[in-house]
Nanobody
């Protein structure tokens, strides 16, 4: 298993923004398909956004389309999730996962519980509340 760390979560008011970061140690994220997932209390985990190894293909969940943007900074070995126009229903623990580079983004985002070959971070809490 690869070691992945998420950061950037916190408390934000509705309409605000946050940027989550996904970093790794011991390996480079640009060799993997990367996905962001979230799980709210009492709900199933869902795919938020996934990004191909090359950064040329991405997938977004319907609930975040147009508000969230996924991107890579290979020099910093980091994948970001820019979250704008946040809503209370975006409140959840957000997880980053790395999948083999042959994993298509639409497939990765379709399997929120992942596969055994994936690696997961511990998650970062995002709370949207006034």
């Amino acid at each position: 298993q690869l070691q992945i760390v998420e950061s950037g979560g916190g408390l934000v008011q509705p309409g605000g923004s946050l940027r989550l970061s996904c970093t790794a140690s011991g390996f480079t994220l640009d060799s993997y398909t990367i996905g962001w997932f979230r799980q709210a209390p009492g709900k199933d985990r869902e795919g938020v956004s996934c990004l191909s190894r090359g950064g040329d293909m991405s997938k977004y969940g319907d609930a975040v389309l147009g508000r969230f943007t996924i991107s890579r900074d290979n020099a910093k070995n980091t994948v970001y999730l820019q979250m704008n126009s946040l809503k209370p229903e975006d409140t959840a623990v957000y997880y980053c996962a790395a999948a083999p580079d042959y994993t298509p983004v639409h497939v990765m985002c379709h399997f929120p519980n992942g596969l055994s070959v994936w690696s997961w971070g511990q998650g970062t809490q995002v709370t949207v509340s006034s």
